[in-house]
Structures are given as structure tokens and as C-alpha cells.
């Protein structure tokens, strides 16, 4: 066993998706969740968010099978797509930022 | 005052004295203000149902009117130029953000078409006077400003008002009428304007701003200082006023209540600056790094906003916590009564230049806007000196002064060297697109424009090519898709991988024609980002018209290929779309710093052509697509067919 598998996984909600877990819509929360090996990035995030009713509705489609529009899921820093999609495994010690969706200004 | 024209319109009493007439649909006047500010004439051109439905208002019914009547030979500053103001069927009429205008010429930055949007209560007030819209064409022999009041229209001597900005220009015609708050619009030019800045903007209602493509300097050749409408004492009818109050409780629910839309309801574009410095998209220095020396948690939107003593500045019948006034509290500005900067104001007054005093960014912004330059292009002009000068591309003696990252009083000074066309500010006033060029050697690689001329936004698009692509293709001087909203509404993927060229084009591609439905009602970007079913809704409500989600994206298509034949008709095609070197460079550091967009952009135009059903090598809307859209007009334009 190596030590990333002894790790969890960070998952941090910032700016106005902390109100789904109990925040006021700023700042970020930070969370930590156990991966066993094999666990994906979207086995994480829906054992995360099923503890969170109102993430859960804004996170997911309505099929809860793929992600819905409006909240950017990053991991690692790099927005999903880019290095991970939502079945890529995740290893311990990896980060989730759940970044609410800005367009224009 | 002596008018230099006057004119009372005959149509006051009749539309007072009842309804408009069963032929013309709910949410229109059935009129457009006609003004030639070369003769003083002023007259009202009737439009009917079939013209309405198939132009709407805004930017629709502005292509339409710019594709007919200003030829290729009638460039951004020949008189011919049409400047048309344009409100749309819902502005009005309580929908939440139904007071503003859309401005279409053609523009300084690309001369070529432009559309561009502002809020506050210029639509409404118009509305109310008995205008769906105002076309001007001509040139004042003397500085001029437009004054309506119901039926009275009249073309008055500015003399008065000359150099003053935008702000003083309200305050000075307020005094001059007696009216303030609601009862009075005005939308003005600044010192820019008047000396023809290439990037000058358009003000109006303290803080809303009509800014792309140099309309400003359009409004300036023509010798219009402003256009200061009285609210109208006309009432507006809807054929279903009931289910036009529904949608517009559905609507203002969806911004309430929806993920992507109520931190906008809260907090209007604040926000923004956090969570595009994430992804890498917050221009910083001039696109020299995305990296921040300070604490990104003080940027968060409450932090921007409860840092000033502040209260709401809601538009016409808006009910969004967006759009504040807010008092600069320390420094040397301290006291003063500025607009709450949008996330524009904090990138291009801010970020873009190395400054980070918000207080500063704040103060600046407000000046950009009394000037009157789009805030954008500010942003690149300043911090492409500030670039220069720092590597010894420009000297301080070609500048007249040393001008560092984050010097808020040197690029104040500027501002006012551009907006006077001082010195340096002479060149700096024609862009920075012409300015690199002008200047050439290592300095002209470090500009950010579009190889169009047209301004990019407040981002850093190295970290979001689908606005870099659509600012680049767009036919109208600006972004033309827009920002992907409800896109699964018509059948596009909810999210894609941001640096895969190919899904960035199809989905940049795929909205394209959302954006011009939304701009051709008369309301605002911000409180139309609902479902277009709840748009459609509104507009079948208001008008009587059994408008779907199709009819809005097959409008949408329509007037983008009306915008691209204009275009292609002034020489614009497409060898331009382009970034220039620096705006489309790899960036160095942050989120987005492994990827490269130039190195996929051939094929992202080719999937973006295939999209929207242009012809890649001409640019033309194919033939299909125009007999698709109903455009047989225009196809026989284009392809002599």
C-alpha cells in the first residue's frame, strides 16, 4: 500500500456553492473524503454531495448521470476534460475545487 | 434654448387619446424616430406586424435598417452612417431590465457592423414617448443634442455642454429641464467622443454604457452630444398582459433561483473577478502572467461590494441586487460618488493594468466612463504602455511621461491625453490595435486586439477560447455567441473540455443566434439569462405572436448572417479572425499555461464554419443556410442567386 492510498481527497466548495453545504456564498470550505483505490472523480463527488441536498440538485442533471451546467468541477487546478474526466481515478491527496460557474461581466 | 429644429409631432394627441390600433401587436409603438441631423429634419416612419415579427427591435431591426440604408462606401464617419438607437418589444413592460437601448452602426474599431447594449431607462422612457426606435443619419453643422419629449422632438445647440463628460452632461441637461431620477435619460458622449477617439463609448444614467466598436466616435463625426429623452406619458399595450406578468415572474424566479444566475441576481458581475482568476481567464499585466501577488480572498464579491458605502442603482423595472452607486471612502478621492465597476471595470481599470487598490480601480473606472471609452480597450491601450515602457519598447519621452504597473494617476493623465488626443494619446486614441502597428518593432507584439480591430472583453482568453474564437469570427464589433447559457435548451452538451478546440467551436458555433434574440427585445444581457422558452414566452405574450424556442434561434441566425453579409460587403472576411500575437499566445503560468490555442485555431474555424453553415474560404452563409433562415434576399445579394 502506498501512501497516497492511506490519503483522502480534498474536495473545496468556493464563493456561492458553499451556501449548498452550509456556507454564505463566499469564501470556500474545505472537505476531506476517503478514496479506496479504483474510485473515480464522479464515485467521490456523488458520495460528497448526496450529504448535501441542495449541492446534489445544483451539481448534478436531473438523471444524476452526468454533471449539470453550472457548477466547474476542477481537479487539481485544471478544469474536468483536461487531465481527468468523471471516471478518472482519483489517488489520495488529489484536490476537487466546486467552482461556481461565472460567464461574461 | 433656441432649437435649431423643432418639430411637434402630429402622432401625440391620436396615440394619447386611445389605444394603438389592433393592427399593430402588443409591445410596440409602430413607430420609428427618424432624424437627419444634416438637414434638421425630423419625421416618424411607420413599421408594421410583418416587419416586427421579422426584425423584432434591437440589434434585428438594426441590421436590417444598417444593411439597407449605409452602403459600402459609407464608412464609420461619413454621414450616411446610420446611429440607431433601438429599444424592442419588451422594453416597457415589466419584465425585470427592460429599460435599455441597443446602439447599431457601423463602428470606428473594425468599420464594420456593431451592436452593443446598455441599460437604465432610455428604452422605457422612448417606449413611453410613442419610439420603438431612432434612427439618425447625417452631421450637425454645430455640436447638437437631441431632445424628446412625447411629440415634441427638437435638435438643440450643445454649445453648453461642449467638453463636459458624461456625468456633467446629465447633471447640466437635469438643470436645464428640471427633471432628474426616472424622468429623464440621457445618453451622452464624452470628451472622447467629441474628439473622435476611436474607442470613444456612449453614457447614459449615470454608470450604463453602450461601449463596443467606437459607437462613441460615431455619435461624436455626427456632432451629437446626447439624445435626452423625457419619460413619455404614453401607455404601452400588451396582448396578454397577464401571462406578460407570468413569464416575467417565471423569468425573475430563474435568476432567483437557478445556480448560474442568482449570484448575479445578488451580486451582479463581482463575483466574476474570483472565479475567472481560477481558471486562468483574469487578464493580469497585459497577459504577462495569471498569477496573483495578493490575497484573492479580499476579491470576493461581498468584499467588493461592502467595502463602500453603497445602494442599490436598479434599472427600469429591475428588481437584481447588480447595479450600485457607491462613495470612494479614504484617499485622495475620498467622498466622491462613483458607479459600483462592473468585473470589466476591476479587469480593465484594474487587473489589466497592475493595479489592485480598489479604491483606485473604483475611482478610475468612473472616470473611463465619464470620458467615455469602452473600459476594455482602455485596459489594453494602458497596459500595452505600461508593458513597453517597463521593457524599453516605448521611451518615456515618446509617452511625455513614466507610467508603471499599478499608477493610477498616470493612467488617469492618460486618459485624458487620449480623450484630448494629446501627444502620445494622439496615437493611443486610434487603439491599440493601430497604435502597435504604428509604433512596430518589439512593442507591436505585446498589443491584445483582434486582427478585426475590435476590442477583446475583460478576459483573458487564453483560458477561454470559445469568447476568443466568437470575438474573433463575430460580424458585430464584439462577442456575437456569447456566453453558453441553458445551452442543453437546444440540444448542446451542458459543459465541454475548455482546451478541446473542436468541442470550443461546435458549441461556439451552436449557440450563435441566442444572444441576437435576446438583444432584439430590449432588455438587459444579465436579466435574460433565463431559459429562451421564458423569453419566448414573454414575447408571444406581449405581442400575440405563438413564438417558440426555434423561432428564437432561427431569428438569432438571421440577423447574424444580415451582420456577416454587411461585413463582408465593407471588406471584413475571413483572413480576419485572428488574435494578434499576444492575444493569442501560450500563457506563461496559471491554469491554462499548458495550452496553446493557436495551435488548433485552423481547425476550430473549420469546425466553427461547418457550424453555423458559412462557407469557410468566402465566409458567405452558404446558400442553404440563407434558403434555411427564409433569407432569399440576401442570398441573391450574396451569390447573385
Redesign the interface.
Given at each position: 500500500m502506498s501512501l497516497t492510498d492511506t490519503l483522502p481527497v480534498t474536495i473545496e466548495v468556493?464563493?456561492?456553492v458553499t451556501k449548498h453545504v452550509g456556507g454564505?456564498?463566499?469564501?470556500?470550505r474545505s472537505f476531506e473524503e476517503a478514496v479506496t483505490p479504483g474510485q473515480t472523480v464522479g464515485d467521490v463527488l456523488r458520495r460528497f454531495s448526496k450529504r448535501f441536498p441542495d449541492l446534489d440538485a445544483?451539481l448534478w442533471?436531473h438523471a444524476r448521470a452526468?454533471?449539470?451546467?453550472?457548477?466547474?468541477v476542477?481537479v487539481n487546478?485544471?478544469?474536468?476534460?483536461?487531465a481527468h474526466e468523471l471516471d478518472s481515478p482519483l489517488k489520495g491527496g488529489e484536490r476537487i475545487?466546486l467552482?461556481?460557474?461565472?460567464?461574461?461581466? | 434654448m433656441t432649437p435649431t429644429a423643432a418639430v411637434t409631432l402630429a402622432t401625440k394627441t391620436s396615440r394619447q387619446a386611445k389605444p394603438a390600433t389592433p393592427a399593430i401587436p402588443g409591445g410596440y409603438t409602430g413607430k420609428l424616430l427618424r432624424v437627419n441631423l444634416s438637414t434638421g429634419k425630423v419625421w416618424t416612419q411607420p413599421w408594421g406586424p410583418d416587419e416586427m415579427r421579422e426584425y423584432l427591435g434591437g440589434i434585428g431591426l438594426g441590421a436590417k435598417i444598417l444593411y439597407d440604408e449605409a452602403g459600402p462606401r459609407v464608412h464609420w464617419d461619413h454621414p450616411d452612417n446610420r446611429l440607431i438607437l433601438a429599444t424592442g418589444p419588451l422594453a416597457g413592460l415589466p419584465v425585470w431590465g427592460t429599460g435599455g437601448l441597443t446602439v447599431v452602426t457601423r463602428g470606428a474599431m473594425t468599420d464594420g457592423a456593431t451592436s452593443t447594449q446598455a441599460q437604465g431607462f432610455f428604452g422605457a422612457a422612448l417606449k413611453y414617448s410613442g419610439y420603438d426606435a431612432i434612427v439618425i443619419q447625417g452631421q450637425a453643422r454645430r455640436l447638437s443634442y437631441l431632445y424628446i419629449n412625447d411629440g415634441v422632438v427638437e435638435i438643440r445647440d450643445a454649445a453648453h455642454l461642449r467638453g463636459k463628460d458624461t456625468w456633467e452632461t446629465q447633471q447640466a441637461l437635469e438643470a436645464e429641464h428640471g427633471l432628474s431620477g426616472h424622468r429623464l435619460s440621457v445618453y451622452s458622449i464624452g470628451p472622447a467622443g467629441e474628439n473622435l477617439v476611436r474607442f470613444a463609448a456612449i453614457q447614459g444614467d449615470y454608470g450604463h454604457v453602450a461601449s463596443k466598436n467606437g459607437c462613441g466616435a460615431v455619435m461624436g463625426k455626427k456632432k451629437l452630444k446626447a439624445v435626452c429623452v423625457v419619460r413619455g406619458t404614453g401607455a404601452l399595450r400588451a396582448h396578454d398582459p397577464r401571462g406578460v406578468v407570468q413569464a416575467a415572474d417565471d423569468i425573475a424566479h430563474d435568476l432567483k433561483t437557478d445556480p448560474s444566475a442568482r449570484t448575479l441576481y445578488q451580486w451582479g458581475t463581482l463575483p466574476a473577478v474570483v472565479v475567472l482568476y481560477k481558471l486562468g481567464v483574469l487578464p493580469i499585466k497585459n497577459y504577462t502572467t495569471n498569477l496573483s501577488t495578493v490575497d484573492m480572498s479580499e476579491w470576493e464579491a461581498p468584499k467588493l461590494r461592502h467595502l463602500f458605502a453603497h445602494r442599490g442603482h436598479q434599472c427600469s423595472s429591475c428588481g437584481m441586487h447588480h447595479c450600485h452607486m457607491q462613495v470612494i471612502g479614504n484617499g485622495p478621492h475620498a467622498g466622491e460618488v462613483v458607479d459600483e465597476p462592473e468585473y470589466e471595470g476591476w479587469s480593465g481599470a484594474g487587473w489589466q493594468i497592475g493595479l489592485t487598490d480598489k479604491e483606485a480601480i473604483a475611482w478610475l473606472n468612473t472616470r473611463i466612463d465619464r470620458a467615455c471609452v469602452d473600459i476594455n480597450e482602455f485596459g489594453w491601450v494602458c497596459g500595452w504602455v505600461m508593458e513597453c515602457l517597463e521593457k524599453g519598447y516605448l521611451t518615456k519621452k515618446q509617452v511625455g511621461f513614466h507610467l508603471a504597473w499599478g499608477d493610477v494617476e498616470g493612467a488617469h493623465r492618460l486618459l485624458q491625453m487620449i480623450s484630448q488626443r494629446e501627444g502620445f494619446g494622439d496615437i493611443l486614441a486610434e487603439g491599440v490595435k493601430r497604435a502597435a502597428e504604428k509604433v512596430g518593432g518589439e512593442a507591436a507584439r505585446c498589443a491584445i486586439y483582434t486582427k478585426k480591430g475590435a476590442a477583446p472583453r475583460g478576459h483573458d482568453h487564453r483560458g477561454r477560447w470559445d469568447e476568443m474564437l466568437d470575438t474573433c469570427t463575430s460580424s458585430n464589433g464584439t462577442m456575437e455567441s456569447a456566453n453558453p447559457t441553458h445551452q442543453t435548451e437546444i440540444g448542446l452538451p451542458g459543459r465541454i473540455s475548455p482546451f478541446d478546440g473542436e468541442q470550443v467551436a461546435r458549441l461556439t458555433g451552436g449557440i450563435l443566434g441566442r444572444r441576437h434574440f435576446e438583444d432584439s427585445l430590449g432588455g438587459c444581457s444579465f436579466t435574460f439569462r433565463t431559459r429562451v422558452e421564458n423569453l419566448a414566452r414573454a414575447l408571444s405574450a406581449a405581442t400575440g405572436w405563438p413564438y417558440t424556442l426555434d423561432d428564437a434561434m432561427r431569428f438569432g441566425r438571421r440577423t447574424a448572417a444580415i451582420l456577416r453579409a454587411f461585413n463582408l460587403r465593407c471588406g471584413i472576411g475571413p483572413e480576419t479572425e485572428y488574435p494578434s500575437e499576444r492575444y493569442g499566445s501560450q500563457p506563461v503560468d496559471g491554469p491554462a499555461k499548458d495550452h496553446a490555442v493557436m495551435a488548433q485555431w485552423e481547425k476550430m474555424l473549420d469546425v466553427w464554419y461547418d457550424t453555423v453553415g458559412y462557407d469557410r474560404k468566402t465566409g458567405k452563409p452558404t446558400p442553404e443556410t440563407l434558403k434555411a433562415l427564409g433569407l432569399d434576399w440576401l442570398a441573391k445579394d450574396l451569390w447573385r442567386k
Open positions: 468556493t464563493t456561492w454564505d456564498g463566499s469564501g470556500s445544483a442533471d452526468h454533471l449539470g451546467e453550472h457548477i466547474e476542477l487546478d485544471a478544469v474536468l476534460g483536461v475545487t467552482l461556481g460557474q461565472f460567464m461574461g461581466g | -
